[in-house]
């Protein structure tokens, strides 16, 4: 006779044979050489980090670009900095070599990882970095974690030892929470499973084929051709492409919070402690690696006075930020109240129209707001004399 508690137990016992061959059967095949060999997976490229001038898509391929174009002039920053500047014209206005290193939603904790593992470790030594940012921007690190995961995972961000300094309470919390436990288990599986391998490798064979079918017809070179398209169906572009003047009324959904995103608590006062945020870091890589930092605060869409406890705040905060940057040597500017930047020249939330019309004027503005200080960084390098050979 068979005891109800036995058929219990072997119940579970054929349950969890169930769960663990359907786990171990793709496990294997992930691990093993089986799946790769089958699909070519090897050949597979990581997922695109970060979308910059000349079509960065990794750390490495920056880091190449960088190389190849040896500016005198990197440009760092988000859409903030990708809808202002178009770097032909910039370099026409300066004569100078400008580089936009930018990815659309990012902030100053990505910023820095772009200038250490992107700038400084491509060996190119530009004379002069400015940083495009709003507000309290440089001391908000948590402001778009949620957002940036993969481009921290992709770059190693967590394995710099700034990042503990900055953010390790942080991560802590994050990791303690319900959606921390969630999002390890699913990190968890997805090392565990396949599917990770499945959807690059579908997702590449899906670009490459519509890349082939539009190459019919077309002259331009594929390199050319991929950058045009990397631009045209980025999201920058995109949204100007759908842009309304009702949209021009509209915060801009990509600067924003999304729902259940958490951006931590938004500084009120400036604090310079290099366990708060990461600008002392971004100094100091500049003071160490003997470029100039620049930080230049772009001016908001013209919006109607708000008196939150924030705002009133903001001028007491600018104050201290430009006297802490200028008295560590870096270089600040600021358009925000600059009244030549019009209201038209927005096309959505705190974006310019990319459309020349209204684009080159700006440029014109910023130009004349920073002039006088990349001038006076980049002419006396430009001037130097080559030293010469030493005698035999």
């Known amino acids: 006779m068979i005891f109800p508690d036995r058929l219990r137990t072997k119940a579970i016992a054929q349950l969890c044979c169930v769960v663990i061959a359907a786990l171990a059967f793709p496990a294997f095949l992930c691990r093993s050489s089986v799946l790769e060999s089958a699909l ?17 898509n990794d750390a490495e391929s920056g880091r190449a670009l960088l190389r190849k174009e040896q500016p005198d002039w990197v440009l760092v920053g988000n859409s903030m900095l990708n809808s202002r500047i178009e770097t032909d014209y910039l370099k026409k206005l300066s004569g100078h070599t400008p580089f936009k290193l930018t990815a659309s939603g990012t902030k100053s904790a990505m910023w820095f990882l772009f200038l250490k593992l992107v ?10 970095v400015t940083v495009f940012f709003r507000d309290r921007d440089l001391t908000w690190p948590e402001n778009r974690m949620d957002r940036n995961e993969e481009m921290i995972v992709r770059m190693e961000g967590r394995a710099q030892p700034e990042w503990k300094v900055v953010m390790g309470r942080y991560d802590a919390a994050a990791n303690m929470s319900f959606a921390g436990v969630v999002k390890n288990v699913g990190a968890g599986l997805g090392e565990l499973l396949p599917g990770e391998k499945l959807r690059n490798w579908g997702r590449g064979k899906m670009q490459k084929t519509a890349f082939n079918l539009t190459s019919v017809g077309n002259s331009m070179p594929d390199e050319d051709r991929r950058e045009e398209l990397n631009d045209r169906l980025s999201l920058d572009h995109q949204r100007q492409d759908l842009a309304s003047k009702k949209a021009g009324n509209e915060e801009n959904e990509a ?8 951006n931590g608590i938004e500084p009120i006062e400036f604090d310079p402690s290099p366990t708060e945020s990461f600008l002392p870091h971004m100094v100091a890589l500049a003071q160490q690696h003997g470029f100039k930092l620049h930080f230049h605060r772009v001016k908001r869409r ?8 924030a705002e009133l705040a903001l001028p007491a905060y600018i104050k201290a930020l430009q006297a802490y940057v200028e008295s560590q040597g870096c270089l600040f500017s600021d358009e925000s109240q600059d009244e030549a930047i019009t209201y038209d020249m927005y096309v959505d939330g705190d974006h310019i129209n990319r459309d020349p019309k209204y684009q080159q004027p700006y440029m014109d503005t910023f130009w004349r707001h920073v002039q006088s200080l990349v001038d006076t960084v980049i002419l006396p390098a430009k001037s130097a004399p080559t030293p010469s050979a030493s005698p035999r």
């Open 255 to 262: 600067e924003d919070a999304l729902p259940g995103e958490s």
């Open 302 to 309: 013209p919006d109607p006075p708000v008196s939150t406890p």
């Open 119 to 128: 700038v400084i470790e491509s060996g190119v030594k530009p004379k002069c």
């Open 40 to 56: 070519r997976l090897r050949a597979v490229k990581p997922k695109r980090v970060l979308l910059a001038s000349g079509g960065v």
